[in-house]
């Protein structure tokens, strides 16, 4: 069932939910190229892409509290990692102790069109969390107005803002 004021078809589940949708994301970072696929030294999966043993990313998502709402909205991101950093995490993948691991610095490289200015090489803390559950991603307290939602919280309105600006172009 397509989208409207009210409701919006989940790509995740194919359910019909109500409301504006509460999370985005991006398939990949800005860097990846569908040609690195074929190459041995390049990978991308749904939680972490490596591009040319070079380049290190994990998937995770920054979320915004929604001030007059339940639930918070989420950004779901592609975060670049030092080589060591990302090779600790990847070993801690399925482990419960992750959740103790201190907090990996990292660099935005997902671009939110709906912001004036640039996402791309914004300073975060990326926070594993659970197993099963991506990690968080805190963005550091800058006066770009994505860290200033992270930080004040959003209305239900920008919600549906979000919603018109990337569903309906």
């Not at 078809?9 to 690195?36: E, I, L, M, T």
């Not at 990313?57 to 709402?69: C, F, K, N, Q, T």
Request: glycine residues 8%; aromatic residues 10%.
């Amino acid at each position: 069932m397509p989208t409207t004021e009210h409701s919006f078809a989940c790509a995740c589940c194919q359910g019909q939910h109500d409301g504006p949708p509460r999370s985005y994301g991006s398939p990949a970072p800005v860097s990846w190229k569908p040609r690195y696929a074929r190459r041995k030294d390049s990978g991308l999966t749904a939680d972490q892409c490596v591009i040319k043993d070079l380049e290190f990313y994990v998937h995770g998502l920054i979320e915004i509290p929604v001030r007059d709402g339940g639930e918070p909205f989420s950004w779901g991101v592609w975060v670049s990692l030092s080589e060591t950093n990302f090779a600790r995490m990847h070993e801690l993948w399925e482990d419960p102790a992750r959740e103790q691991e201190p907090a990996y610095f990292g660099w935005l490289t997902t671009e939110l069109p709906v912001y004036p200015q640039s996402t791309l090489l914004l300073k975060t803390h990326v926070r594993t969390r659970a197993v099963g559950m991506r990690p968080l991603i805190e963005l550091e307290p800058t006066d770009h107005p994505l860290a200033v939602e992270q930080r004040e919280g959003i209305t239900e309105d920008r919600v549906r803002e979000f919603a018109q600006l990337l569903l309906r172009g």
